[in-house]
Every structure is written in C-alpha cells, then in structure tokens.
C-alpha cells in the first residue's frame, strides 16, 4: 500500500490525514506538539456561529482515532522530500507522497512597540483574548471591568514597516466576533474598532458585522491608531485619524485589544531551500498554480493543505484537506 | 489706545477628543434610531445630494460627527438638507437617512 505522510496535526493535517485514508492510503500524521488540534486548541468560539472550536477539534480527533491513520506526537520534521520525512531525533520515515500541513505562525505583537503590548497593563492581543475567554475570565490587569474598549485591526498585517504586506484576512471577523462577545460579557461598556477596511469575505460575516453595529452598537472608526500611551491614571490613550471626517481623534480606553496576523510559517524558507519549493513574496508557501493545482506545489509529491499556503478560514482549511487527497491519488494513482 | 494686532491667533485643537466629548446626545440619537450605526461611510448619500453638490453639505460627515459627539454646527448643517430623499433611495445599509436629519436637527438644535 502507498505511504502517505502528513506533516502537521492542525485541523489541516487531521482532515487531510482523514482523506487519505479514505482513500486507501497508508496514513501518518507526524506533529510536533504532544497533541492533535494545532491552533484551533487556543481558540473559543469560531466565528461566525459562535460554534466552541471543541466541536470541530474533538470531533476530528475521535475520526483520526477510529480511522486507523497512524499518529506521531512529539515528532518535528526538520526536512523531507518525496519519499523520505526525517524527524529531530534523526529517525526517517519512508514515503510515496508528503503532505505539508505546517500552518502559519502568530505576529508577535511586541514588535509593533508603538502599542506598547508587553510593556504597559491591560494591551492584549486577540490571542490573548480567546484565553481569558476560555478560562472563562475576562478582567484587567487589577481584576477590574473594562468600560472602554478598543480593538485595532491589522497588527502585523498589511504593513510595510514590519515586512508583512499581506492581508491576514480571519482577524476583521475576529475582531467583529470579540467586540460582541465583549459586549456580552460588559453590556455597559463602550467598544471601538478601529479598522483599515472591513473584509468579512464569507457566508454570514458581514450579517455579524452589522449585528455588531446595530444590535451591539459598536462604534467602528477607520482610522490606524497611530501609538498608544498610559495615562496618569492606569488607563491608556490612543490616537488616530477619524478618516471618514478628516479629524485627528484620542481617546482614552481601559482596555486594548491587537488582532494580530497570521504570517508564514518560520520553516518554510528552509523547508523550500530543501526541497526546491516555492516560497510566495509573504513567505506562504506558493502552490503549483493559483487555480487548477491549489494544493500541490511544483514537485511532484509534495502537496499543501492549509494555512501553509495562505491566510484561511477553517472551513477553506478542511476544503483543503479534502482537494489534496484527491491530488494525491492523481499522483499516485 | 487701540489693541495692536499682531497678525497672531491661537487655533482651536481639531482632535475628536471621545474623553471630554458630551455622548449623550449621541447616545440617545443611536438608541432612537440604531441603525445610523450601519452605516459603512460608502458616501453614496453624500454623492447623490443635491445640497451636498453645490454647497459644502456633506451629510455623511455630518452624521459621522455627531456619532463622535462633534455636534457643532450640526443642526445648521442638517437645515441644508431638502428632504427630497435621493439618498435614502441609494443607502446600501437601508438608513432612513432623512429621519436621521430630522432626528438630529430634533435633538441638537441647541448645539
Ligand atoms: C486569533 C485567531 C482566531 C481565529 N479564529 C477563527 C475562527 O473563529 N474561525 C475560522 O474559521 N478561523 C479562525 N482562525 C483561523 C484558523 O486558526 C486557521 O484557519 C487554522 O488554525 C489553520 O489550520 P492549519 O492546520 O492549517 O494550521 P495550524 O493550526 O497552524 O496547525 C499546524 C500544525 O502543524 C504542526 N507543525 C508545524 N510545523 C511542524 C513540523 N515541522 N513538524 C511537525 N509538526 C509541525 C503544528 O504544531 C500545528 O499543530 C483564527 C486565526 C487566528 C489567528
Ligand atoms: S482581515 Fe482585516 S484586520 Fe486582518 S489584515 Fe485583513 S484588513 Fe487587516
Ligand atoms: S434628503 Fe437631504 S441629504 Fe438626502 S439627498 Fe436629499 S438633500 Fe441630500
Ligand atoms: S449611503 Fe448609507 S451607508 Fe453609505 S455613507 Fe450614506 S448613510 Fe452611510
């Protein structure tokens, strides 16, 4: 029977490895981390149905358990071509096909320094946000109740300044998504977003976005928030340009939330050195072509499923796991 | 003897500043009518207006403004408006965009 491996045990990974199986193959899913789920683990609630990300994470878990895929936990692929995948320790594990399910890494929010995440109280990323949701507290710093919050769009993302030019595009509706659950948690409390655009690209996003602004009356302002400052009293004071009226705007919050990017993964340029892969000028992986090959790079037997390859919602990301199975069986036949 | 003019002058700031700004007024305007909260800021009102081409009425703004609690001049902004409804026939986000200028010159015809 064919071997087809699968690097990475994200949501990609899993359904890939699902696919494949189904398909006949021989699967393993090699992962670095001790568990299955990638960064689906750290989220809450998905947009935009609010739906825990424990359904869709357990939910493929218990597949790949009752499927037969072969599972390798604690396992970090350092290189591979077609027909080997070596790991850390050394081991190599043969193969007919690769599938790269690697996935993307966060923005690290303390470069963009003018927004003071890391160094002042209460400047929190989205990350951080779907943490405190999950355990089941959101509070300040002093264990307070936030009044005022603002989130700001586009941390790490389309700006040249930290060499991402490309549009993370999840965390407009990731914001849209926190500033009503924030809404819910502190009904009293005022909520600003301050976005460059608004893309809520998929099937009812923009319907909660306007649901955020009529039902929850969240104040959207266009307008990059140019640096953020503490108060004399512990709060923070933000400035920018209220663009749609030409002004200069401050403002003070209790509380600021960075929707931070997704940008490549770190491996990829080494990964691509090695196997004569194609790198995308935002360091995603580069398919074969944009359209027909979506899932296959330009070497034979190497495949992407993912958020290697771009910026995507789940539901694009589990497509991808089912498009690559059935490039691969193209390939192998 | 007369003040010497100096040719000097100090300007107002022109920062939206939210902290010291009055919301309430705005607050209530967005209670009565909370869908001049959808607005995208397409500006397809503005393009469509009469007024708006060929004076510097530009309702958008306008009610943008007040959503910031900038209600100066509003009500004599507003007072531009003729009614016709062109706007309310183009507003993708389905604003009742001539109640909204006659809410505001209801609430803030003392600013
Ligand atoms: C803040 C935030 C909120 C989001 N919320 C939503 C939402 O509500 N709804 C929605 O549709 N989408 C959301 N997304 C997008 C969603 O997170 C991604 O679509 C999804 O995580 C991509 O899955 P993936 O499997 O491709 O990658 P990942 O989740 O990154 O998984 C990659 C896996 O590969 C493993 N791996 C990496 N390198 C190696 C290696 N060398 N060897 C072995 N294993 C390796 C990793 O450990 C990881 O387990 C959100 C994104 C962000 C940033
Ligand atoms: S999705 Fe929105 S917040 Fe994210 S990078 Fe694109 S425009 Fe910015
Ligand atoms: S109703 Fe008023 S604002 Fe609207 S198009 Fe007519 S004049 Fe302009
Ligand atoms: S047409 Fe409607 S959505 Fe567009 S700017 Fe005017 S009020 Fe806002």
């Known amino acids: ?333 | 003897m007369a003040a010497i003019d100096w040719g000097f002058s100090i300007n107002r700031p022109r920062t939206i500043d939210i902290d010291n700004n009055n919301l309430r007024k705005s607050d209530e305007i967005l209670r009565e009518m909370p869908e001049l909260q959808c607005c995208i800021g397409c500006g397809a009102c503005t393009a469509s207006c009469t007024a708006g081409n060929l004076t510097e009425f530009n309702f958008r703004k306008v009610h943008t403004l007040v959503r910031r609690g900038e209600y100066q001049g509003a009500y004599e902004e507003m007072n531009k408006c003729m009614l016709c409804g062109k706007c309310r026939l183009l507003c993708p986000r389905g604003i009742n965009t001539r109640g909204v200028v006659m809410l505001i010159k209801r609430k803030l015809g003392d600013f």
């Not at chain 1, 021989?26 to 998905?46: A, F, I």
């Not at chain 1, 991402?164 to 009503?180: D, F, L």
């Open chain 1, 1 to 333: 029977m064919k071997h087809v491996v699968v690097i990475g045990g994200g949501i990609a990974g899993m359904q890939s490895a699902l696919s494949l199986k189904k398909r006949g193959f021989d699967v393993t899913v090699v992962e670095k981390s001790n568990r299955l789920g990638g960064k689906l683990l750290n989220w809450h609630c998905l947009f935009p149905s609010f739906t825990p990300a424990t359904e869709v994470t357990d939910t493929l878990k218990q597949r790949i358990a009752d499927s037969g895929v072969e599972v390798r936990l604690n396992a970090e692929v350092v290189e591979f071509d077609r027909h080997h995948v070596v790991l850390a320790d050394g081991e190599r594990i043969e193969c007919d096909a690769v599938v790269l399910c690697s996935g993307f890494t966060l923005f690290d929010a303390r470069i963009k320094e003018e927004y003071g995440y890391g160094i002042y109280d209460n400047v929190y990323t989205s990350v951080d946000i779907e943490a405190m949701l999950n355990k089941g507290r959101v509070e300040l710093k002093n264990g307070g109740r936030p009044r005022r919050i603002a989130f700001l769009h586009c941390v790490g993302s389309r700006d040249e300044k930290v060499c991402q030019r490309h549009c993370s595009k999840v965390c407009c509706v990731t914001g849209v998504k926190q500033a009503i659950e924030m809404k819910q948690l502190f009904p009293e409390a005022d909520v600003f977003n301050f976005y460059m655009d608004i893309r809520m690209f998929g099937p009812g996003y923009e319907e909660m976005y306007r649901e955020a602004q009529q039902k929850y009356n969240i104040h959207f302002v266009r307008g990059r928030i140019s640096e953020a400052a503490p108060t004399i009293d512990g709060r923070l004071q933000l400035k920018a340009e209220d663009t749609l009226t030409g002004r200069p705007l401050k403002i003070s919050v209790d509380m600021l939330v960075l929707l931070v990017g997704m940008r490549s993964n770190d491996d990829n340029a080494r990964f691509a050195e090695h196997s004569g892969l194609q790198c995308a000028p935002s360091g995603f992986m580069a398919p074969a072509d944009m359209f027909l090959s979506n899932v296959a790079s330009g070497v034979g037997g190497i495949f992407y499923a993912g958020a290697v390859t771009a910026p995507k919602s789940v539901g694009e990301v589990l497509n991808d796991g089912a498009a690559v199975a059935e490039a691969v069986t193209g390939y192998l036949g």
